[in-house]
């Protein structure tokens, strides 16, 4: 197919700075047949309306409350009328020929269903956050290759390669690739669900491509201090404390539920009885020191650090 039409799905929650970082990327893209659509997880910064004064082209999606990752993004797919869908966070920019290099490797084979490329830290733009995701069935494990490499230290075949999965973060999916194995599911709310979907696609006979383009970078390394207490918000310290441990303490949970639901779908039969008992034995109490030891101390990390000066 010659160029097909795209439709970047964006999911918005908080930072207004970062969205419009990210749409400025976005429209100074190469690629000719672009549609926008911002699903917008509450309002309370203000973009829905900043957004539409300086690019009424964004197609947008308005939700009364947080509903996660998969929710937005599965309402952005029903709100689109591309071809392939482009799942995009909005703590991210873009290369300029970003979509062009990754439409084209989608479509150099009919059996590649998922792209996605190599993404950086924002705060250091030669640092890899994600070069391919892979996964270790045997270990229950799974991981960004290149994680935290530099880029110029990190040895890697110069051409598209299978992975195990793409990160939500970037992934470039073809519009009948997700007809036939439906959109992300819901139960993950948030964590897996990007690897639980390569794993569908691939059981439908389709082809999961990294594509070494460093054309992503992800403000992943933001810390919460930055977001929760800074100077301006001491004022709200209380109301901020209990968000953020509510926030972390879910998050834990989330996590270790949606890796037990990954693993219980996608885990090849001889791999389960261990599974289940690693589960067991040495997850849930992982959460529960998580839950009593970790956040709290994250917490306190965060509330004392120079950045926030308490």
Same mark, same amino acid.
């Given at each position: 197919?010659?160029?097909?039409?795209?439709?970047?799905?964006?999911?918005?929650?908080?930072?207004?700075?970062?969205?419009?970082?990210?749409?400025?990327?976005?429209?100074?893209?190469?690629?000719?047949?672009?549609?926008?659509?911002?699903?917008?997880?509450?309002?309370?910064?203000?973009?829905? #309306?900043?957004?539409?004064?300086?690019?009424?082209?964004?197609?947008?999606?308005?939700?009364?409350?947080?509903?996660?990752?998969?929710?937005?993004?599965?309402?952005?797919?029903?709100?689109?009328?591309?071809? /392939?869908?482009?799942?995009?966070?909005?703590?991210?920019?873009?290369?300029?020929?970003?979509?062009?290099?990754? /439409? #084209?490797?989608?479509?150099?084979? *009919?059996?590649?269903?998922?792209?996605?490329?190599?993404?950086?830290?924002?705060?250091?733009?030669?640092?890899?956050?994600?070069?391919?995701?892979?996964?270790?069935?045997?270990?229950?494990?799974?991981?960004?290759?290149?994680?935290? /490499?530099?880029?110029?230290?990190?040895?890697?075949?110069?051409?598209?390669?299978?992975?195990?999965?793409?990160?939500?973060?970037?992934?470039?999916?073809?519009?009948?690739?997700?007809?036939?194995?439906?959109?992300?599911?819901?139960?993950?709310?948030?964590?897996?669900?990007?690897?639980?979907?390569?794993?569908?696609?691939? *059981?439908?006979?389709?082809?999961?491509?990294? /594509?070494?383009?460093?054309?992503?970078?992800?403000? *992943?390394?933001?810390?919460?201090?930055?977001?929760?207490?800074?100077?301006?918000?001491?004022?709200?310290?209380?109301?901020?404390?209990?968000?953020?441990?509510?926030?972390?303490?879910?998050?834990?949970?989330?996590?270790?539920?949606?890796?037990?639901?990954?693993?219980?779908?996608?885990?090849?039969?001889?791999?389960?009885?261990?599974?289940?008992?690693?589960?067991?034995?040495?997850?849930?109490?992982?959460?529960?020191?998580?839950?009593?030891?970790?956040?709290?101390?994250?917490?306190?990390?965060?509330?004392?650090?120079?950045?926030?000066?308490?």
């Amino acid at each position: 197919m010659n160029q097909p039409k795209v439709s970047i799905i964006i999911a918005h929650l908080f930072d207004l700075d970062f969205l419009m970082n990210c749409l400025r990327s976005i429209f100074a893209s190469d690629y000719p047949s672009l549609e926008v659509v911002v699903v917008y997880n509450d309002n309370l910064d203000g973009a829905y #309306e900043a957004v539409k004064q300086k690019y009424p082209q964004v197609v947008a999606v308005r939700n009364k409350k947080n509903r996660g990752f998969v929710v937005p993004n599965n309402q952005g797919f029903k709100k689109a009328t591309g071809d /392939v869908f482009f799942m995009l966070n909005d703590d991210t920019i873009i290369h300029p020929q970003l979509i062009s290099v990754l /439409v #084209e490797n989608l479509y150099k084979d *009919k059996k590649i269903g998922i792209v996605g490329p190599k993404i950086y830290y924002m705060d250091e733009p030669q640092k890899i956050w994600f070069a391919g995701g892979e996964i270790n069935w045997a270990a229950q494990t799974h991981w960004h290759l290149g994680r935290d /490499v530099d880029d110029t230290q990190w040895a890697e075949q110069k051409s598209p390669r299978e992975v195990d999965f793409i990160t939500g973060c970037a992934l470039m999916i073809k519009k009948k690739v997700v007809a036939k194995i439906g959109p992300l599911s819901r139960i993950f709310y948030a964590f897996y669900e990007d690897a639980d979907w390569c794993q569908k696609a691939k *059981k439908a006979g389709f082809l999961v491509i990294y /594509v070494p383009f460093g054309g992503v970078w992800h403000a *992943k390394s933001n810390t919460a201090g930055s977001v929760f207490f800074g100077p301006e918000k001491r004022r709200h310290f209380l109301w901020l404390a209990s968000a953020y441990l509510f926030r972390n303490f879910r998050r834990e949970i989330r996590r270790h539920k949606n890796k037990f639901i990954f693993f219980h779908r996608h885990l090849p039969a001889k791999f389960k009885p261990k599974f289940y008992l690693r589960f067991v034995f040495a997850d849930l109490p992982n959460l529960c020191w998580g839950l009593v030891y970790k956040v709290p101390k994250s917490f306190f990390q965060i509330i004392f650090s120079k950045k926030t000066g308490f």
